[in-house]
């Protein structure tokens, strides 16, 4: 095994361009890191002109998930089960409805490090760029390139730091909106805290300062994230959940979410204070408004993966001692169904009808969402104790 290895990871849909991968290689270049490989867990497809322009820079690992002989083949070399792999690999919402769970997803990206013997994990996402937005002003806007690798480094090296993560610069991921019974939805998926930010803010998150306020913090972002793999004992496997709703599968959100309070206790997941730039709506600096219809989509999707994700968050919060208070699920339904009827009205958009339906049906498969998730956990732990880390895919 190379020692201090380093690899890239992305999840994509398909491999099809370059950017941002090639800002991340080219930031890593100019700072003087050697990154040994960049593991690609994809869905659909490749383009051969962009994955040759790839290896010629850098060792490329590519994973289809869904599909991953390698990785089911070496996890039954190393003694797990049939029953066993479909558990940790298993994609099971994939032939009828499509859909990977993003727990899943990144499941594949992890293992991969492991068996290649990474050391250090350095997941970003799609719509991610090694900067920070600095300033914005009347759709002018400035941006710092920072020290991507060694900005996580400096604090993953750390004895007793096993995850190094930060928020984002740039737009928040819903457009500023108000209407109506807004705060009643809110505090129904959970996010009545972003009521005066959603609907008072309309210009990006900028910052002219960074790695100074370091904090120790059960939040993980998966789009700037980094993992010492060396902990790999400690480390849980990602989790999220998926609900079938009106023959429809939708993804429950925050698989990284859920992988932050895992690791409270064991050693420390620090935030960085290392805000890159998300640019989530795809077309930075235009201003995002919630009645474009992508947009739209993109409130809706992140309101059921919410609802979705929370019963089994505020489970496995509460099993971890992150949180003592009861969370009033009547009184959370009731302001979901008022606040969900009104975005109805106001989007002129029945979709939002589903949300009450879609918070019950989540409570309701709650148990097994943590049987599947104990399942999970035993069987990633077996492999822990059975993987030899070094062996080539």
């Known amino acids: 095994m190379k020692k201090y290895s380093k690899a890239f990871g992305l999840i994509t849909r398909n491999v099809d361009k370059l950017s941002p ?41 590519l994973i289809q998930r869904g599909n991953a002989s390698q990785l089911k083949n070496y996890l039954r070399d190393i003694g797990l089960s049939s029953e066993e792999v479909e558990i940790i690999l298993g994609t099971p919402y994939r032939e009828k409805y499509d859909k990977i769970s993003y727990g899943t997803s990144r499941n594949h990206v992890l293992i991969a490090a492991l068996k290649l013997g990474v050391n250090y994990l350095y997941f970003f996402d799609s719509d991610i760029y090694p900067k920070i937005l600095t300033e914005y002003h009347d759709g002018s806007s400035k941006f710092t390139e920072i020290d991507f690798i060694g900005s996580h480094l400096k604090y993953l090296q750390k004895n007793d730091v096993i995850l190094t993560t930060s928020d984002y610069t740039g737009y928040y991921i819903i457009p500023k909106m108000n209407f109506p019974y807004m705060m009643d939805l809110l505090r129904g998926v959970q996010k009545e805290d972003r009521f005066y930010y959603i609907s008072t803010v309309d210009t990006p998150v900028v910052r002219d300062k960074y790695l100074e306020n370091i904090f120790v ?17 400690i480390l849980p496997p990602f989790f999220s959940t998926n609900l079938v709703v009106d023959n429809e599968c939708f993804l429950g959100r925050g698989e990284d979410t859920l992988f932050g309070p895992e690791i409270h206790g064991k050693g420390r997941c620090l935030d960085i204070d290392l805000l890159i730039f998300h640019n989530c709506f795809g077309d930075f600096p235009n201003k995002p408004s919630i009645f474009k219809q992508k947009n739209l989509d993109r409130f ?19 099993e971890d001692n992150i949180i003592s208070e009861e969370i009033n699920i009547e009184q959370r339904y009731e302001s979901l169904i008022k606040g969900s009827k009104s975005a109805s009205e106001y989007f002129n958009d029945k979709r939002f009808l589903k949300l009450p339906k879609t918070f ?34």
């Open 217 to 233: 913090t059960q939040k993980a972002l998966g789009g700037n994230l980094a993992l010492d793999l060396s902990k790999k004992s």
């Open 300 to 318: 809706f999707y992140a309101c059921m993966g919410w609802l979705i994700r929370n019963p089994f968050l505020n489970w496995i919060r509460k």
């Open 21 to 61: 991968i090639t800002d991340f290689l080219d930031n890593a270049e100019k700072y003087n890191h050697k990154v040994d490989h960049l593991i690609i867990a994809y869905e659909d497809d490749i383009y051969p002109k962009i994955l040759k322009q790839l290896e010629a820079r850098i060792k490329v690992t």
């Open 360 to 393: 019950k049906l989540s409570y309701e498969k709650l148990n097994e969402n943590i049987q599947n998730y104990k399942d999970i956990r035993n069987t990633w732990d077996k492999m822990y104790r059975s993987i030899k880390i070094g062996d080539n895919l």
